[in-house]
């Protein structure tokens, strides 16, 4: 069941300054959730405003679970050492994320192709040039930018598998947009 979880109105990064003030909800997943929010970021010469999405997560799930926060310090680090790439999202990066199915229908045909094209082109960047399994493809974390590029999201379940083969869950992602193989794994001790 998604969480349901709201951070404070206003927050600020200590390390740096930033100011956020929470806009609206995005949506909410299962361990957190994700607001539009408005930044205020202080530089030498002038305040620029800029609007981010804000993955939020309630402390409390991470306080009493070790796991939990590996699985959030392993996210945030593989995250950020993701290089730039138009089809995945950076980890502060501007999107207006719209869902064009509830807005106007389903797509057409030469739409969906458009996405898929970028889709695969994103995931070849993760596999080829990161390392990088996303491990929860799903419309839900697919954003596109105002100018409908489509970008990845949430790498909540990624891995480089490369380097983590015994400390990540072998299967993992979300049930109704598994690969049919994976589905014969679950409670199998591999």
């Known amino acids: 069941a998604p969480i349901e979880f709201t951070p404070s109105l206003q927050l600020t990064n200590k390390r740096n300054g930033t100011t956020y003030r929470r806009l609206c909800l995005l949506g909410r997943g299962a361990t957190s959730s994700c607001f539009a929010v408005l930044s205020l970021l202080p530089t030498t010469r002038t305040a620029r405003l800029q609007c981010l999405a804000c993955k939020a997560l309630p402390k409390c799930r991470l306080i009493d679970s070790p796991a939990a926060q590996q699985r959030l310090a392993r996210e945030i680090r593989l ?91 072998p299967v993992c992602g979300t049930l109704a947009y598994m690969a049919p193989e994976l589905l014969g794994a679950i409670g199998s001790p591999r």
Request: net charge positive; proline share 4%; with cysteine.
């Open 79 to 169: 995250h950020s050492s993701l290089p730039k790439h138009r089809h995945v999202l950076q980890l502060i990066d501007w999107f207006e994320d719209s869902d064009v199915i509830s807005l106007r229908g389903a797509v057409s045909q030469p739409e969906a192709q458009f996405y898929l094209r970028q889709l695969f082109d994103g995931c070849q960047h993760l596999h080829r040039r990161c390392g990088v399994a996303h491990r929860d493809l799903k419309p839900s974390n697919l954003v596109l930018t105002e100018r409908m590029l489509l970008r990845i999201a949430d790498f909540g379940f990624a891995c480089r598998p490369a380097e983590e083969s015994g400390s990540r869950q």
